[in-house]
């Protein structure tokens, strides 16, 4: 069975402060793992998605990393408007299912403090 | 502008009551699904559809129906044998049938019920 794990599952940052938020996975082959952010009251927004270990994607204060068994999400001098929670999640490579179905873990909550 | 509409926003229930949560793309996308999320828990797949007519159960399909009449939309019913039904229910879909490379799901703005 497919599992993520976010970690920490909260965190609350000063401006500026530089912080990682980790996402551990087990999967059976790993089609794709995705980043996305989601802010109080609305649906999930979609960052990057990351297809094989070493790979790197950047956006603005953003960075996603991925290894074998971990992604990072490295979030460099961040500002209250990247308050939000993230969420990783992991597609298998299809048992013959169909679908695109994705296994989500349950988020990190992060605030960004002026 | 392209996306998902979802309603209504908020959906109030009684107990023994069935209720529709309405999704709408205008993306062209061929897959569409229903996940359900619950504070402290990772979104759960309800049920997704690849193709019109054709729909397929996800994890937690017991006490929610689904149909699939159009391209365009995705309705999902609650029905009274879900036996908890409060939660924040987002719509998705994607361009791809889960075929070679991952596909991104884009998302509507949600649905929240709440049984009274």
């Known amino acids: 069975e497919d599992q993520v794990t976010q970690s920490p599952e909260a965190l609350r940052l000063q401006e500026g402060e530089s912080s990682s938020l980790n996402c551990s996975y087990t999967v059976s082959g790993l089609r794709g793992l995705f980043w996305y952010r989601q802010d109080p009251g609305k649906g999930p927004e979609f960052l990057f998605t990351l297809y094989s270990a070493g790979e790197e994607k950047e956006k603005e204060r953003l960075k996603a990393t991925l290894t074998k068994k971990e992604s990072f999400l490295h979030i460099t001098a961040p500002k209250p408007e990247d308050s939000a929670t993230y969420l990783c999640a992991v597609q298998a490579v299809s048992r013959g299912g169909g679908g695109n179905k994705l296994t989500f873990g349950t988020g990190t909550q992060l605030k960004v403090e002026l | 502008d392209g996306g998902i509409t979802q309603s209504p926003k908020y959906l109030f229930r009684k107990e023994g009551q069935n209720v529709t949560l309405s999704c709408e793309q205008n993306l062209n996308h061929d897959a569409m699904y229903w996940y359900r999320q619950d504070p402290g828990q990772g979104l759960r797949l309800i049920y997704y559809?690849?193709?019109?007519?054709?729909?397929q159960k996800g994890d937690i399909a017991e006490g929610y129906s689904v149909s699939r009449e159009k391209k365009e939309s995705f309705p999902l019913t609650v029905t009274s044998a879900q036996k908890n039904p409060t939660a924040f229910y987002l719509c998705a879909s994607t361009s791809g049938r889960g075929g070679s490379g991952a596909n991104v799901l884009t998302f509507g703005a949600g649905s929240r019920l709440t049984v009274l």
């Open positions: 559809s690849q193709i019109v007519n054709d729909f």
